[in-house]
T-cell receptor, first 113, second 116 residues
Framework: SQKIEQNSEALNIQEGKTATLTCNYT??????LQWYRQDPGRGPVFLLL?????KEKRKERLKVTFDTTLKQSLFHITASQPADSATYLC????????????FGTGTQLKVEL | GAVVSQHPSWVICKSGTSVKIECRSL??????MFWYRQFPKQSLMLMAT?????????EQGVEKDKFLINHASLTLSTLTVTSAHPEDSSFYIC????????????FGSGTQLSVL
């Protein structure tokens, strides 16, 4: 069966450090993979998209890698700040999937002073 | 970026009543909108795809007669939870894709439904 797995345990890091979140998937052939941020009681907000033929994407302090052989994406936040504390969701869109996105369960990040 | 407005933010209702949730794209036209539900500490689960001017497409296991979706215009989709019961209590979120950025989703702020 198809699965998208993110670490269910919260990730606690110190301010200024780099946070690395993992998204693993099985039985998918994604056309692209996306990362979203979700704050409590709010809808997700789009952060980054990376396509199946791309290895890495950057946006300001954010970096995403995509390894279709390992079936894994890593999401990095450099110089993390307390304001980065949130739940981060990865989402997959498959080729021929009709523009539907399937989401992982998300990983909660807490950046401490 | 594109803005999606969802209303109400929260609603409390008695068991057996119906609740309507509105989702509007404010600065773009959305031919397709998506409705998700999310239980605490769980992932977003796609309920249905709402298509302007035609019937919604429901995911497996989602009762179309229970969750009525109407997408009457290019900027408005509504989800009506009919005869709500406590097990319908959840966080409902709509989303849309704009024509110019049609790979990423723009989400509404969500509606927390509590059925007593």
């Amino acid at each position: 069966s198809q699965k998208i797995e993110q670490n269910s345990e919260a990730l606690n890091i110190q301010e200024g450090k780099t946070a690395t979140l993992t998204c693993n998937y099985t039985n998918y052939s994604p056309a692209y993979l996306q990362w979203y941020r979700q704050d409590p009681g709010r809808g997700p907000v789009f952060l980054l998209l990376i396509r199946e033929n791309e290895k890495e994407k950057r946006k300001e302090r954010l970096k995403v890698t995509f390894d279709t052989t390992l079936k894994q994406s890593l999401f990095h936040i450099t110089a993390s700040q307390p304001a980065d504390s949130a739940t981060y969701l990865c989402a997959l869109s498959v080729t021929g999937g009709g523009n539907k996105l399937t989401f992982g369960t998300g990983t909660q990040l807490k950046v401490e002073l | 970026g594109a803005v999606v407005s969802q209303h109400p933010s929260w609603v409390i209702c008695k068991s057996g009543t119906s609740v309507k949730i509105e989702c509007r794209s404010l600065d773009f036209q959305a031919t397709t909108m998506f409705w998700y539900r999310q239980f605490p500490k769980q992932s977003l689960m796609l309920m249905a795809t709402s298509n302007e001017g035609s019937k919604a497409t429901y995911e497996q296991g989602v009762e179309k007669d229970k969750f009525l979706i109407n997408h009457a215009s290019l900027t408005l989709s509504t989800l009506t939870v009919t005869s709500a019961h406590p097990e319908d209590s959840s966080f409902y979120i709509c989303s849309a894709k704009s024509g110019t950025e049609n790979e990423k989703l723009f989400f509404g702020s969500g509606t927390q439904l509590s059925v007593l």
